[in-house]
């Protein structure tokens, strides 16, 4: 069994509850946190296609932009921004 889009739908999942429930504490980053779990949940349907290569390109964009989006999140609470 592949684990890779398991562990990457896993982390959009995650990601999409955290950007809610940060818009719920903090209604100013509402859209913010709409656009990216769209933007997230889209990268993450890649995983239902049947192309390799699509889903390997979309895993790569998924775990760089979940990466990024961590390491925002963590500047933007070190600041006390969030």
Known sequence: MNYIPLTAAAG????????LIESALHP???PAALVGSLLL???ASLFVWKSDHAKHTG??????????????YG??????VL
């Open 12 to 19: 959009a999942a995650f990601y999409i509850i955290l950007m």
């Open 28 to 30: 100013v980053v509402l």
């Open 41 to 43: 949940g889209a990268l």
């Open 59 to 72: 895993e790569m964009v998924l775990i760089w932009v979940m990466i990024f989006c961590f390491i925002i």
């Open 75 to 80: 500047i933007l609470r070190f600041w006390g």
